[in-house]
């Protein structure tokens, strides 16, 4: 008898402590009662000089968190960060092995903060650029009490590391200031492998040509969660191959327009122009509206017309119908929206015309009448 009063105990003390511990649970984890909060994320990865490492910057950021914080549905959570440290690392393509070549330390003040829960420790822009051998480097981030009211300004570490000597050379280390990062260059490309920043929680190493995935690096919290995650992961809103090959392309062409054009014996700036046309019709640049003016006898029923006197020609309002009035069968660009003059009414009317959605219209001028079309 004795021995099953114990059991029964046994199982009353067991189911007080679960209701004990689980809104306690519950509490913690909704930030009821203060809570450590932990994360690693991964920033601007790009392929070292000749392509069998990755570089990248490690993010490890931890503090003391309280409050649910959940964006657009409670207040912020309010957050002391305990500790902050971005490291530059280098993973091998082949062996996975990985190095930390430098570390900074972003030292917060010890106050709380408010911030919701998915970006409780601040945003940072990172990027990381080779030139020749030297890569250059840039990680900011808001986290010192120094902004102007109503205004976020980041603190920026820049400088280089070497890959001969691994020097390394500070120029700033947590400065207030203004930079700008690019997040993907084609530094993220070699050959046919691409390196995918996956929610800044993964590094992917993607190999174009047999389409398969081999992973580089997965942060801490939330790993066996993340691997199960990136195995079936649909990456086309991470992959930017497309996009920064046709970028390239588009640069390339340009150019060898451009110099084809002065060969030829073209000022620059009409080369240039020139080029944008030749953009256009391959298929490169958004086409641009043009107009092309063709010379009449009669007014056409149905379409408006316009006169236009020479002193509007000499003011300039409307450049581009002269052009194309001088050179018939030709396209010009379409300019579109005329200046309107105190002492002239036709900009005005002709605007309004356009703006209706009409593509044709009549002009006479001293020089005949004109039947122009918007193409």
């Known amino acids: 008898m004795q021995s099953k009063t114990k059991k029964i105990l046994r199982v009353v003390l067991v189911i007080a402590a679960l209701l004990l511990l689980l809104p306690a649970w519950f509490a913690y984890r909704l ?10 994320t991964f920033h601007a990865p790009v392929f070292g000089p000749d392509g069998r490492d990755v570089y990248y910057l490690t993010r490890n950021a931890w503090g003391i968190s309280w409050g649910p914080g959940i964006e657009f549905f409670t207040p912020p959570a309010a957050v002391i960060v305990l500790g902050d440290r971005f490291s530059l690392q280098r993973t091998s393509r082949e062996t996975g092995e990985t190095t930390t070549l430098h570390a900074w330390r972003a030292r917060h ?23 020749g051998r030297t890569l250059h480097y840039k990680i900011g981030l808001d986290f010192l009490p120094n902004d102007p009211r109503g205004y976020s300004i980041n603190e920026w570490t820049t400088g280089s590391w070497n890959a001969d000597t691994a020097d390394l050379i500070e120029l700033d280390t947590w400065k207030s200031g203004y930079y700008t990062t690019d997040r993907w260059t084609e530094q993220i490309l070699s050959g046919p492998f691409e390196i995918v920043d996956y929610k800044s929680r993964a590094l992917i190493l993607y190999d174009s040509g047999t389409q398969t995935r081999t992973l580089l690096r997965v942060s801490r919290p939330g790993r066996a969660q993340l691997r199960e995650e990136i195995t ?33 014996g073209l000022p620059e700036g009409e080369a240039m122009l020139r080029a944008d046309d030749e953009m256009e019709k391959k298929g ?28 509007e020609f000499r003011f300039g309002l409307f450049q581009d119908i002269e052009e194309a009035i001088a050179k018939p069968g030709i396209e010009v660009r379409f300019s579109g929206n005329y200046i309107t003059h105190r002492d002239f ?17 009549i002009v006479k001028t001293d020089k005949g009448m004109f039947l122009l079309t918007i193409r």
């Not at 930030?31 to 932990?38: A, E, L, M, S, T």
């Not at 390239?248 to 054009?261: D, F, K, M």
Request: aromatic letters at 10%; charged letters at 30%; proline letters at 5%.
């Open 31 to 40: 930030g009821v009662i203060p809570r450590i909060d932990c994360i690693q």
């Open 109 to 131: 003040p010890f106050t709380p903060v408010t911030r919701y829960r998915n970006y409780l420790f601040g945003i940072p822009e990172c990027e990381l650029l080779w030139t």
């Open 232 to 264: 079936t992961a649909d990456l086309k809103d991470y992959l930017h191959r497309a996009q920064l090959e046709r970028s390239r392309t588009i640069r390339e062409t340009y150019a060898e327009t451009v110099a084809g054009l002065r060969m030829q």
């Open 284 to 311: 490169y640049y958004p086409k641009t509206p043009k107009l092309e003016a063709r010379k009449i006898e009669s007014i056409q029923q149905g379409v408006r017309v316009f006169s236009i006197t020479k002193d």
């Open 345 to 361: 009414d036709t900009s005005r009317k002709l605007n309004e015309y356009l703006a209706s959605g009409n593509k044709s219209f």
